[in-house]
């Protein structure tokens, strides 16, 4: 039977543990129903900003070994250069027992990006030169894959039906960069408005999209191997090296040997 219950709060009447208890379960419920199927990762908010020498972390909602996790403030995270690849952690606690509690606790922190860490879903990573700036802005979608000096997604795990996918900040930037090339390719133009229409894409979607707009065989590919052939996709595009040969007014020097 399909029921909603919901207690009734009147003068005269007691009230009893059950009524509280049918409050604190549904929200509860709710979420957990609703996400049941998600794989562990990202599944809404956590966005990153740099703001000087610190990290910006928004609040947001996780999912780790089927819990639901949520960040209901914006964090503050301090950085500095290493000169070193450095990984955002999301790092989770092993659940603490209290006497009227079961608490599921998880913290920010940095951590080097090749020691790993245990209970822990990265958020991002970098790799910072002395003296250099932070960014998490971007020049165009290769610039995602910058080695140094960039915040780079290619790790995040981002919560997905039954498998994680990839962050969609980059599926979003990718698909506005592939539309103001003016694409006439049917693939291009369905995945690219499904990518700025949806909340995110599922990792099969992109890479059947990859696999039938490049005629590859179909694979299930990591992050970077996506990130790979989307760029591919892009530079070869009718526009792609009309844009890249394009100047902005400065004169033009040739040399002649």
């Not at 000169?83 to 989770?92: D, H, K, S, V, Y």
């Not at 608490?103 to 245990?118: F, P």
């Not at 971007?138 to 780079?152: C, G």
């Amino acid at each position: 039977m399909v029921t909603n219950v919901y207690p009734q709060f009147q003068k005269g009447r007691i009230l009893k543990r059950e009524m509280l208890e049918s409050l604190r379960d549904y929200p509860r419920e709710i979420v957990d129903l609703y996400f049941q199927d998600y794989s562990d990762g990202i599944i809404a908010g956590l966005d990153i900003t740099v703001d000087g020498t610190n990290l910006l972390v928004s609040k947001g909602i996780v999912k780790y070994q089927g819990h639901i996790y949520m960040l209901t403030t914006d964090y503050t995270l301090p950085y500095e250069a290493t000169e070193r690849e450095t990984a955002l952690l999301l790092q989770f606690a092993e659940p603490e027992q209290q006497l009227d509690f079961t608490q599921y606790s998880a913290k920010l922190l940095l951590a080097a990006a090749t020691a790993g860490a245990d209970n822990a879903l990265e958020l991002a990573r970098f790799k910072l030169k002395t003296g250099a700036i932070l960014r998490s802005t971007y020049t165009d979608f290769s610039d995602f894959a910058t080695e140094y000096n960039t915040l780079i997604y290619l790790h995040c795990q981002y919560a997905g039906w039954q498998k994680s996918t990839y962050h969609p900040i980059m599926l979003k930037y990718y698909a506005r960069e592939l539309l103001k090339n003016r694409p006439t390719n049917p693939y291009d133009i369905a995945f690219a408005l499904e990518c700025l229409n949806q909340e995110r894409i599922e990792r099969e979607v992109v890479d059947w999209y990859i696999s039938n707009r490049l005629e590859l065989a179909y694979q299930a590919l990591s992050n970077e191997q996506a990130h790979q052939y989307l760029t591919r996709i892009l530079n070869s595009g009718p526009n792609s090296k009309r844009r890249a040969d394009a100047h902005t007014g400065r004169p033009v020097r040739m040399l002649v040997d």
